[in-house]
């Protein structure tokens, strides 16, 4: 799979494309042609499920908090980061194309 970045207003094309099959392209191996930039509000709002917290609260020793957090914390609890945009901006004559409208939801991870 290949992505193409195209600018009408002066003809610049680069393309992110992967070496392999699933392989991973680094955001900014287009940078001779465009500036790719990445923002995103700092805003996280993490999400705890009461259950969880509740169980969480009633253990009675660190052994089973530390069963309890083990077995269930990527079940109940998440993060969510606000307006995440990446923008394209042409080094030849400054057109820029900004992609939003993301929404990340990831998994919290220990």
Known sequence: MKIQVICEDCEN??????????GEVGIHSIEQSFRVGVSWKNEVIENFQDEFIDKIGKAKSNKERRRILEDGITENAFSETIDFELSFT????GNR??????????????
């Open 13 to 22: 094309i680069e393309e992110f494309d992967s070496p392999k099959k699933d």
């Open 90 to 93: 042409c080094r030849g004559c």
């Open 97 to 110: 194309i900004i992609l939003n409208d993301f929404h990340m939801l990831d998994l919290m991870g220990f």
